[in-house]
């Protein structure tokens, strides 16, 4: 976790809660003037300026629709922006083609809403497969203790041969943490880590999420609307509002905002 | 109208550019030969016992309705190499490319639109490995190759099925029976209409991944996937058809 916690203005032009903390890390995403927009001329993310440094643990809040995943998705090129600059590991990734933006790909790991295990795979194939592809010196031992320590840090090496469709919602997004880990990336997305987990298992995930962050000192934005997980893995909180990054600022300061809206999350 | 016109253009940009990338990117490493190879075995294998049955029960029947008609003119020995070559230019190619539109080409809309739906296919593209190149073209080489191999079958199996037919009847031989098949049968009618079958396989696998590839979100666009890969990949086999028996009679017959 970020210790050092000296804030620094941000956004908005409102009155919101006090500004972040200045974290002495490089930025590893500089986001600047965000906009993207889908049919019906609708803006998902109207001017997202965004800076997140390295070993930080960002928290994205909002309301369904908001523009949370829209913004992950732009990070690793799911999602084209129409405006703005994505600068990930120091490079502009809208201006890369296909082939460029794969060498940053390979250094982030996203975990999808549902995991998006492959369902007519094993676990340790799901595992294995993008381990194979960008690791092709690999002995078969090396691949198989890759698997084995990935599953280990996950706590689910007993899944090992079991389908996707054996496992449980909590061990499905272990597991797609574990196909994420493998790959031994430098950042980490999570799409809603906790959704339709129940309280103790989602507090299981977001533990996990924090040991993750500890032994592979990776920098993560976490979507998410379960205010038990952002509390427990944020470093800093931003909320989107139709597109807009209405506040910013550290759990406990926001939750003490004089805006309403803003208080409305923490209830 | 202005919607309309505009979703045509849309969609066909959208198949050509679908289409357009196939051919780019089979010849472009890295090669998935082992996903290829599932592939067919999936598609090929997988699908042989329900051709053969189609095929056999083809090559029955047409002997057994169109027996009356040939004796009533005393032309019965003509029935094998009649039967033989109804299958081979005609009824086998089409049936079992419509049982593959059916049996292949839903699957494979089925499953792709599950992938994307689930956003399985996204977790490839993050992974930075191309979906395309795993997904589409693999299958879409796969049909390609399969389909011909399992007329092929069919066309056996319907000649086979047709002997059987015409001793429900008569007492033939299979050395005479088989005489006569091959006495009736030249290259030209086996070449295009084993051409035109690499063409239905190609347009069979296209069709399924395309619509697969480009299901909406939401479970129910996995469904229509899979209805409409089914629906156009059909209609798609009677205009390959129609354009396969119009060349073959240009280039070949009328000379």
Known sequence: MIQTETYTKIQTGTDYPEPLKNIKAEPVINIKGLYKSFEK???????????????????????????????????????????????????????????????????????????????????????????????????????????????????????????????????????????????????????????????????????????????????????????????????????????????????????????????SFFI | MDTVLKKVFTDTGSVTLFITRFFKEVFRPPFEFKEFFRQCYSIGYKSFPLVAITGFIMGLVLTIQTRPTLAEFGAESWLPGMVALSLIREISPVITALICAGKISSGIGAELGSMKVTEQIDAMEVSAINPYKYLVVTRVLATTLMVPMLVVLADAIGILGGFAGINIHSDVTMYRYFSQVLASLDFIDILPATVKTIFFGFFIGMIGCYKGFTAANGTESVGKAANSAVVTASLAIFIIDMLAVQLTDIFFISK
């Open chain 1, 41 to 263: 001329n609708t803006d998902i993310l109207k001017g997202i300026d965004l800076t997140v440094k390295k070993g930080e643990n960002l928290v994205v809040l909002g309301k369904s629709g908001s523009g949370k995943s829209v913004l992950i998705k732009c990070l690793v090129g799911l999602v084209t922006a129409d405006r703005g600059e994505i600068e990930v590991f120091d490079t502009d990734i809208t201006k890369l083609n296909n082939q460029q933006l794969n060498t940053i790909r390979v250094r982030i790991g996203f975990l999808f809403q549902n995991s998006a295990l492959y369902d007519s795979m094993t676990v340790r194939e799901n595992l294995s497969f993008p381990l194979k592809r960008h690791s092709k010196k690999l002995s078969d031992k090396e691949v198989k203790d890759s698997i084995t320590a990935a599953l280990e840090s996950v706590g689910l090496i007993e899944a090992i041969d079991k389908m996707p469709s054996e496992l449980s919602g909590g061990m499905r997004k272990r597991i797609g943490l574990a196909r994420t880990l493998i790959l031994h990336p430098e950042i980490i997305l999570y799409d809603e880590p906790t959704t339709g987990l129940d309280t103790i298992t989602s507090r299981e995930i977001s533990e996990l999420i924090l040991s993750v962050q500890k032994k592979y000192k990776t920098t993560s934005i976490i979507i998410t609307h379960d205010m038990a997980c952002a509390k427990l893995t944020g470093d800093r909180l931003v909320i989107l509002k139709d597109g807009v990054m209405v506040a910013e600022g550290s759990y406990d300061a926001l939750e003490k905002s004089e805006d309403a809206w803003v208080r």
